[in-house]
Protein backbone atom coordinates (compact mmCIF):
# COMPACT_ATOMS: atom_id res chain seq x y z
CA UNK A 1 0.00 0.00 0.00
CA UNK A 2 1.47 3.20 -1.21
CA UNK A 3 1.95 5.83 2.47
CA UNK A 4 -0.13 8.02 1.27
CA UNK A 5 -3.09 5.63 0.92
CA UNK A 6 -3.88 5.82 4.75
CA UNK A 7 -3.46 6.80 8.19
CA UNK A 8 -0.44 4.91 9.89
CA UNK A 9 -2.89 4.20 12.33
CA UNK A 10 -5.53 2.94 10.17
CA UNK A 11 -2.61 0.83 8.08
CA UNK A 12 -1.87 -1.11 11.84
CA UNK A 13 -5.97 -1.57 12.40
CA UNK A 14 -5.98 -3.15 8.78
CA UNK A 15 -2.76 -5.61 9.33
CA UNK A 16 -4.37 -6.52 12.68
CA UNK A 17 -7.76 -7.27 11.09
CA UNK A 18 -6.22 -9.38 8.18
CA UNK A 19 -7.20 -6.70 5.18
CA UNK A 20 -5.81 -5.52 2.44
CA UNK A 21 -6.94 -2.82 0.66
CA UNK A 22 -6.02 -2.50 -3.21
CA UNK A 23 -7.31 0.51 -5.03
CA UNK A 24 -5.83 2.32 -8.15
CA UNK A 25 -3.93 1.14 -11.09
CA UNK A 26 -1.34 -1.69 -10.12
CA UNK A 27 2.39 -0.53 -10.71
CA UNK A 28 5.21 -1.95 -9.45
CA UNK A 29 5.68 -0.33 -6.23
CA UNK A 30 2.13 -0.77 -5.03
CA UNK A 31 2.05 -4.48 -5.92
CA UNK A 32 5.39 -4.65 -4.13
CA UNK A 33 4.74 -3.33 -0.85
CA UNK A 34 0.57 -5.55 -1.09
CA UNK A 35 3.18 -8.67 -1.83
CA UNK A 36 5.27 -8.36 1.15
CA UNK A 37 1.65 -7.04 2.86
CA UNK A 38 0.47 -10.86 2.27
CA UNK A 39 3.58 -12.23 2.55
CA UNK A 40 3.71 -10.90 6.02
CA UNK A 41 0.23 -11.78 7.21
CA UNK A 42 0.65 -15.54 5.82
CA UNK A 43 3.89 -15.54 8.03
CA UNK A 44 1.13 -14.27 11.24
CA UNK A 45 -1.29 -16.71 10.83
CA UNK A 46 -3.10 -19.15 8.41
CA UNK A 47 -6.68 -17.40 8.94
CA UNK A 48 -7.86 -15.63 5.77
CA UNK A 49 -6.84 -12.60 4.38
CA UNK A 50 -9.15 -10.32 3.25
CA UNK A 51 -8.33 -8.04 0.14
CA UNK A 52 -11.08 -5.35 -0.79
CA UNK A 53 -10.05 -4.64 -4.96
CA UNK A 54 -10.96 -1.41 -6.87
CA UNK A 55 -8.62 -1.61 -8.80
CA UNK A 56 -8.61 -0.86 -12.70
CA UNK A 57 -5.60 -1.49 -15.19
CA UNK A 58 -2.02 -1.72 -14.24
CA UNK A 59 0.89 -3.66 -15.32
CA UNK A 60 1.09 -6.96 -16.32
CA UNK A 61 4.30 -7.49 -15.05
CA UNK A 62 3.15 -5.97 -11.40
CA UNK A 63 0.05 -8.05 -11.87
CA UNK A 64 1.69 -11.15 -11.92
CA UNK A 65 3.99 -10.15 -8.85
CA UNK A 66 0.26 -9.90 -6.82
CA UNK A 67 -0.39 -13.04 -8.23
CA UNK A 68 2.28 -14.99 -7.72
CA UNK A 69 2.56 -13.91 -4.26
CA UNK A 70 -1.03 -14.91 -3.77
CA UNK A 71 -0.23 -18.27 -5.24
CA UNK A 72 2.33 -18.95 -2.96
CA UNK A 73 0.66 -18.05 0.62
CA UNK A 74 -0.66 -20.65 2.70
CA UNK A 75 -3.76 -18.51 4.22
CA UNK A 76 -6.51 -17.97 1.67
CA UNK A 77 -7.13 -14.97 0.09
CA UNK A 78 -10.78 -13.71 -0.11
CA UNK A 79 -11.08 -10.70 -2.46
CA UNK A 80 -14.43 -8.26 -2.32
CA UNK A 81 -14.51 -6.19 -5.35
CA UNK A 82 -15.63 -2.87 -3.79
CA UNK A 83 -15.56 -0.26 -6.98
CA UNK A 84 -14.28 -1.36 -10.47
CA UNK A 85 -12.09 -4.08 -11.07
CA UNK A 86 -10.85 -4.12 -14.39
CA UNK A 87 -8.12 -5.55 -17.27
CA UNK A 88 -5.26 -6.90 -15.40
CA UNK A 89 -6.57 -6.29 -12.50
CA UNK A 90 -8.78 -8.85 -13.10
CA UNK A 91 -5.79 -11.43 -12.55
CA UNK A 92 -5.09 -10.62 -8.94
CA UNK A 93 -8.93 -10.95 -8.62
CA UNK A 94 -9.26 -14.04 -9.99
CA UNK A 95 -6.45 -15.61 -7.76
CA UNK A 96 -8.26 -15.21 -4.57
CA UNK A 97 -9.76 -18.56 -3.24
CA UNK A 98 -13.16 -16.85 -2.50
CA UNK A 99 -14.37 -14.05 -4.58
CA UNK A 100 -17.26 -11.76 -3.87
CA UNK A 101 -18.31 -7.82 -4.83
CA UNK A 102 -20.72 -5.25 -3.21
CA UNK A 103 -23.58 -4.68 -4.83
CA UNK A 104 -22.58 -1.76 -7.36
CA UNK A 105 -18.93 -3.31 -7.93
CA UNK A 106 -18.54 -3.58 -11.81
CA UNK A 107 -16.16 -5.37 -14.01
CA UNK A 108 -15.02 -4.20 -17.12
CA UNK A 109 -12.96 -7.32 -19.37
CA UNK A 110 -10.58 -5.74 -21.04
CA UNK A 111 -7.07 -6.05 -22.12
CA UNK A 112 -4.50 -4.72 -20.02
CA UNK A 113 -2.88 -1.13 -21.25
CA UNK A 114 0.64 -1.71 -23.29
CA UNK A 115 3.52 0.36 -21.56
CA UNK A 116 5.20 1.93 -24.45
CA UNK A 117 7.96 -0.31 -25.18
CA UNK A 118 11.28 1.07 -26.50
CA UNK A 119 14.74 0.84 -27.91
CA UNK A 120 15.42 -0.96 -31.04
CA UNK A 121 13.32 -2.86 -33.02
CA UNK A 122 14.26 -6.47 -31.93
CA UNK A 123 13.46 -5.12 -28.55
CA UNK A 124 10.21 -4.01 -29.39
CA UNK A 125 9.62 -7.46 -30.62
CA UNK A 126 10.73 -9.22 -27.66
CA UNK A 127 8.72 -6.52 -25.17
CA UNK A 128 5.78 -7.72 -27.73
CA UNK A 129 6.15 -11.01 -27.08
CA UNK A 130 6.43 -10.87 -23.20
CA UNK A 131 3.09 -9.34 -23.37
CA UNK A 132 1.74 -11.58 -25.59
CA UNK A 133 2.21 -14.18 -23.37
CA UNK A 134 1.25 -12.00 -20.29
CA UNK A 135 -1.46 -11.73 -21.75
CA UNK A 136 -2.50 -15.41 -22.63
CA UNK A 137 -1.91 -16.41 -18.47
CA UNK A 138 -4.22 -13.87 -17.91
CA UNK A 139 -6.97 -15.29 -20.19
CA UNK A 140 -5.95 -18.93 -18.84
CA UNK A 141 -5.93 -17.37 -15.28
CA UNK A 142 -9.66 -15.46 -15.98
CA UNK A 143 -10.71 -18.92 -17.67
CA UNK A 144 -9.89 -21.37 -14.52
CA UNK A 145 -11.44 -18.55 -12.06
CA UNK A 146 -14.22 -18.34 -13.76
CA UNK A 147 -15.06 -21.60 -15.97
CA UNK A 148 -15.82 -19.77 -19.06
CA UNK A 149 -14.25 -21.22 -22.31
CA UNK A 150 -10.62 -19.69 -23.30
CA UNK A 151 -12.12 -18.29 -26.35
CA UNK A 152 -15.54 -16.46 -24.81
CA UNK A 153 -12.97 -14.71 -22.43
CA UNK A 154 -10.30 -13.74 -24.93
CA UNK A 155 -12.97 -12.35 -27.04
CA UNK A 156 -14.40 -10.53 -23.80
CA UNK A 157 -11.25 -8.82 -23.20
CA UNK A 158 -11.01 -7.65 -26.64
CA UNK A 159 -14.94 -6.32 -26.87
CA UNK A 160 -14.34 -4.31 -23.40
CA UNK A 161 -17.31 -6.41 -21.79
CA UNK A 162 -18.77 -4.95 -19.08
CA UNK A 163 -20.31 -6.51 -15.92
CA UNK A 164 -22.65 -5.89 -12.70
CA UNK A 165 -21.89 -7.47 -9.89
CA UNK A 166 -24.92 -9.66 -10.77
CA UNK A 167 -23.78 -10.22 -14.18
CA UNK A 168 -20.28 -11.38 -12.95
CA UNK A 169 -22.65 -14.20 -10.33
CA UNK A 170 -23.54 -15.30 -13.53
CA UNK A 171 -20.22 -15.34 -15.52
CA UNK A 172 -18.52 -17.36 -12.67
CA UNK A 173 -16.16 -14.40 -11.61
CA UNK A 174 -17.88 -13.69 -8.28
CA UNK A 175 -19.65 -16.66 -6.15
CA UNK A 176 -21.74 -13.69 -3.97
CA UNK A 177 -22.92 -10.25 -3.75
CA UNK A 178 -22.00 -9.30 -0.35
CA UNK A 179 -25.17 -8.37 1.93
CA UNK A 180 -25.79 -6.97 5.28
Keep these: MPPALHAPWLDEQLFGR ?51 AID ?21 FCAAARRSAFAHARFRLAEPRVTSPGGNADQVVAEAGRYLRDLEDLILRISGATGQPRSRVEDDLQSGRFLTAQDAVEYGLVAEIVKR
Design 18 to 68: RMVFLRGPIEPEMASRTAATLLALDAAGAEPISMHMSAEQGTLAAVWTLVD
Design 72 to 92: SLQAPVHATAVGEVSAAALGV
